[in-house]
């Protein structure tokens, strides 16, 4: 609000500056003509002074039209005394009005030059922000994929060990198939005559010594499987971890925008309330401003960095079978 008032205030001492011009060059038409005036009536007094000096000295009687001009040139000089007063006071007041719009008009100099300097400094705020951002944006980036392709791996590990499970749980429904029939015939052969169990009996214990074979390779299948299911549940622990920060790096991301949005909306607010400059400051600013150019790559870069965004986060929400 202060900012608004004090470039009205600017805006109508800019107004006033043709006409402190006239009242300037009037001042300095009338002091020319006021000098002259006074010169030519003094130079006619001192001539009138010196003709009744030397009449009065010689003793000559004035005659009655020399004696009413002479009153005529002594109204009129006192007329001209009073026009010189009036003239004088006048001089006076111009010259108390030309000095107070000079001391106006250097205090809005100084309040032009004081909001060019803030303006300065925001634009280089600005480029350090925008600068920042970039740097935050590109270090966000570079850890994002970083964090994907580190989701790929233990995606492709996590795949690598379920195929894993599946062969082990295969061998070991094979071995407990191998056990359940080595018992059904060792049952079998039990029940039979003594003759075939004595020719049966190395076959027996052959198969028994399988069964027990397959029943330490079914432990050694489910230590495994314990294993390789801990080790699913740490990489599904990580899995989550690395979201979480992929979206606090969105976050961040989000944050930044907004900031440098928000900075934007000031700097332009803020061109906006100044006046009209003359050309030079005009080119400068211009200058200063990025070009059209320069606005829409990064308008697309801005608008690219979303879609990449979502790309990476559609890459990253990769379904993990439990």
Not at 113 to 127: D, Q, S, V
Not at 133 to 138: A, D, P
Not at 246 to 258: P, Q, S, W
């Amino acid at each position: 609000m202060k900012l608004a008032e004090c470039l009205d205030a600017l805006q109508e001492r800019f107004d006033n500056s043709h006409e402190l011009e006239a009242c300037r060059l009037r001042y300095r038409d009338l002091k020319i003509r006021y000098d002259e005036a006074v010169s030519e009536f003094q130079d006619r007094i001192s001539t009138l002074e010196a003709q009744l000096a030397a009449a009065c000295s010689f003793g000559v009687i004035v005659p009655p039209d020399t004696a009413r001009r002479i009153a005529d040139l002594e109204s009129r000089l006192t007329k001209s005394q009073i026009d010189l007063q009036v003239a004088r006071k006048r001089q006076s007041a111009l010259t108390s009005e030309l000095r107070e719009s000079v001391t106006s008009h250097k205090a809005a100099q100084a309040e032009v030059t004081r909001l060019e300097a803030a303006i300065k400094r925001k634009n280089c705020r600005l480029r350090t922000l925008n600068d920042n951002y970039e740097r935050r944006l590109r270090v966000a980036d570079t850890t994002i994929a970083t964090h994907t392709a580190e989701l790929g791996r233990l995606q492709d590990r996590v795949l690598t060990l379920d195929r894993y499970l599946q062969n082990a749980s295969q061998r070991a429904q094979v071995a407990i198939s191998q056990r359940d029939q080595a018992r059904a015939a060792h049952i079998a052969t039990r029940e039979g005559s003594g003759l075939s169990c004595s020719r049966t009996i190395p076959r027996l214990e052959k198969r028994i010594n399988q069964v027990e074979r397959s029943q330490k390779s079914r432990q050694d299948l489910e230590s495994a499987l314990a294993k390789l299911q801990q080790e699913k549940d740490d990489l599904a622990v990580q899995r989550d971890e690395l979201l979480g920060q992929l979206g606090e790096r969105f976050m961040e991301i989000t944050d930044l925008r907004a900031e440098r949005d928000q900075g934007q909306e000031k700097l332009s607010s803020i061109a906006s309330l100044l006046p009209s400059a003359p050309g030079h400051k005009r080119a400068r600013s211009e200058s200063e401003s990025p070009t059209p150019s320069a606005r829409a790559s990064k308008a697309a870069r801005s608008t690219s960095s979303p879609s990449s965004s979502q790309r990476s986060r559609s890459r990253s929400r990769i379904y993990i079978p439990d």
